[in-house]
Nanobody, 111 residues
Framework: QVQLVESGGGLVQPGGSLRLSCAASGSVFSIDAMHWYRQAPGKVREWVAFITRSGITNYADSVKARFTVSRDNTKNTMYLQMNSLKPEDTAVYYC?????WGQGTQVTVSS
């Protein structure tokens, strides 16, 4: 079984930056791709980005060129560097891997 714990959310002004972390524990050897999703109030959860164990990445068009996903396999941790944040990035951000969801971390972009 895998457990995922996100951290790093908070309140930031438009144009600002935040870095989220997702720490994996348990049967981490089973994890290849790790994903970030987000869910804004009243909206469906949407995919944001993924990264494989070997470092292959992909992004949703809405965050491409502003967000960067990375991973430290020695620490079993995935990161999401978010730059040039916009109010529409406000959401609860979740990590997902091998059928398991983290509890989410709130990101609020507001002046």
């Amino acid at each position: 079984q895998v457990q995922l714990v996100e951290s790093g959310g908070g309140l930031v002004q438009p144009g600002g930056s935040l870095r989220l972390s997702c720490a994996a524990s348990g049967s981490v050897f089973s994890i290849d791709a790790m994903h970030w999703y987000r869910q804004a109030p009243g909206k469906v959860r949407e995919w944001v980005a993924f990264i494989t164990r070997s470092g292959i990445t992909n992004y949703a068009d809405s965050v491409k060129a502003r967000f960067t996903v990375s991973r430290d396999n020695t620490k079993n941790t995935m990161y999401l560097q978010m730059n040039s944040l916009k109010p529409e990035d406000t959401a609860v951000y979740y990590c997902y891997a091998v059928g398991v969801w983290g509890q989410g971390t709130q990101v609020t972009v507001s002046s």
